[in-house]
């Protein structure tokens, strides 16, 4: 702000700070004491309300109750037309256990009605009800008695004569039923009643105070009372007006004053107004020697200093730009890691001027690992000196290992160590620790193999990886500006990686079952049409086999959930158990499971459905009980077995072709597995197999016709194939 500004707002201050002070207390006291009353009136009549809504449903409860208690069925029809003609209800519905009615008065409300238990309505109100169970003599449920009133004009008319107040009935999306409102202030009155939030008192733009009551247990209508305030008319319009006079006198006297007294000024200001449109060789001439003569010299001499400033400054903003948008599209484009870090390598290399700098993550066996180097060719002892991956530092050792074990960066010049960690030779260093960021989840743990578990504490202050860069043009030290930018840059690598790290794991998730661990049904669909396509490229079999667990439902009705969980758990395990490493297990839902046997016929699928039948049946699951005590529970499964192109002509056609033969295997008394019958005509010859679960006469598997090579526990030998869950037996 200018000097004539300051000099206009002191005496703007001075001159208006007790108009508006005198002007807002006389109307905030003025709307506090309206407000106030009206709040008042609001709870009050808030109270009538729900004293009026309670006794009602008191009264409709009586009502249901005297209906209740006649003992004789058919004489609750007249008991119920007396109730409703002595006026104790406008109508009385008796409903049966079934949801049927079996009597109702005539002439009723109709729906639907709202219980007066209720918490809030859940649609349109057209009557309040009151319902009692109905029951014999010996105490068995007969159904229930309803007694109901209407929700009418007239109601919300005798609520608003109780209370003294305008009273609104809404429906559930807050759309007028009923209201004693006019017309001109409805609309108001239903906006201010969305803004209000439980007690609180709102008020519209036409002074009116308005309070939403229920709904809430024991008065489950959403109604809406509104007063109209007492302020006087006018009021504000007349402060207004007084404020605004005393303004323009004010503005006017003080622009003159601030005039004659900034007069000296004005070249100088005229000079800031060219530096302000980027005239940086403006300048002012120095006439005196006092303050203002003062100014003018420092001016002359800042606008010099900025003009070489906002040229380096220039020359550094294009540089960071580009490596900016390098990295942000590298980041935004790619889930590579060593590209990213590269990308953050060369940038923070660049950013600071270094000669060299190097990015280290952490393995799981506690050894920072070189990812990417740049400039340090030859410079460490040990390995390949082209290879980042040689550069090792385990933690705690050197300076890099330092920052690793610590969590905090370290900067200065380089001191030989004797013996040597491994670590780059430098003259000068900068390095900085970068972990996951705050908030993500921590890695190690159960669910992550190979990795140690991490608390809470190691989450927060274990490093992820170290930054580090190395030696200055003239054998400058790194200074704290380098700090804070290689922060800048650690950080993202901590993004980047933690990033990866996400990808790589929900990628898993997405496609495994997360009980058992086995692949789900999504993928299932995706390996069925591969292996079909791989089947047909090579001419090779593809067997699968359909698992069901017999009565399981028998484990979680006796035992639990917990222990049907622990036996699909276990059932998983002597599955990955049972199969190699080319076969595919997957949890389709429930308890049915589904196995892909690549490069197998029916004979090997024949040997595999036996094998899996006698783990399942031979060793009884152990669960904890229901009293804490271990059990065993016995567990055996139905397999059906199909197999292309011998049994289908496509992934879906072999699904299906398993299913029918896993429903005979359970037709057939469970505890086995059937082969699918033959399509008419038969695309391919098949070897017979004994559909039963026993063993082959001579016990030893049998591979597929022709000069497939022999199948090794259940199938042939292994191809190209993505990653497996299981790791065989």
Known sequence: MTLRGRLTAAFL????????????????TLSAVDRGRATERLGLAAAGVRTSVDALCQQLRAAADAVALVADPAARPRAADQVVGRGLAAAVQIVDTAGR????????PAGPWQDCAADAATGPVRALAARVRLRDPAGADLGTVAAAQPVDPAFVARLAAVTGVEVTLLDDPGRITHTTE????????????READGDRVTDTADGRYVRRVGPSPGQPLPLVLSVPGERPPGLYAALVGAVVLAALLAVLAAWRLARVTTRPLVELAGAVDRVAHGDLTARVPVRSRDEIGRLAAAFNRMTRE???????????????????????????????????????????????????GAVLLLDGDGVLVGQCVEGLDGRWPTGDPTDPATLRVPVGAGVLGTVAATGEPLRGRWEPVDPPTG?????????????????????????????????????????LGVLALYDRPGADEFDDGDLVTLRTFAGHAAVAVENVRVHEEAQRLSLTDPLTGLWNYRYLRES??????????????????????????????????AAGDAVLVEFARRVRGEIREVDLAFRQGGEEFVVLLPETDARGATIVAERLGSVVRDQPVRVEGHTGEPIAVPVTVSIGIAVYPDHAAGGQQVLDAADDALYAAKAAGRDGYRLARAPDPVPTQEIPVVAAAVSPPDGQPRAGAGDAAPVAQGGASSGPHPPRQSRGR
């Open 101 to 108: 009615t079996s009597y109702a008065t005539i002439g009723g």
């Open 528 to 561: 069925i049409r591969r292996e079909v396509e791989r089947a047909n490229r090579f001419g090779r079999m593809l067997s699968v086999l359909a698992l069901d667990l017999d009565r399981f439902k028998d484990v979680n009705d006796t035992w639990g959930h």
């Open 423 to 463: 670590e780059p030779s430098c003259e000068t260093y900068v390095a900085v620790p970068f972990a996951a960021p705050r908030g993500a989840e921590p890695r190690g743990g159960p669910d992550r193999p190979g990795h140690p578990p991490a608390d809470d504490d190691a989450a927060e202050c274990c490093a």
């Open 182 to 193: 006019d017309r001109e202030v409805r609309a108001a009155v239903l906006a201010a009643a």
């Open 306 to 356: 900025t003009g070489s400033y906002v040229a380096a400054l220039t020359s550094s903003r294009d540089q960071l730009r580009g490596h900016l948008t390098v990295l942000g599209d590298t980041l935004a484009s790619t889930h590579d890691l060593q590209r990213i870090l590269r990308v953050i390598l060369h940038s923070a290399i660049a950013a600071t001027g270094a000669r060299a």
């Open 13 to 28: 201050t001075v001159v208006l700070g007790p108009v508006l002070l005198g002007a807002f207390f006389v109307g905030s």
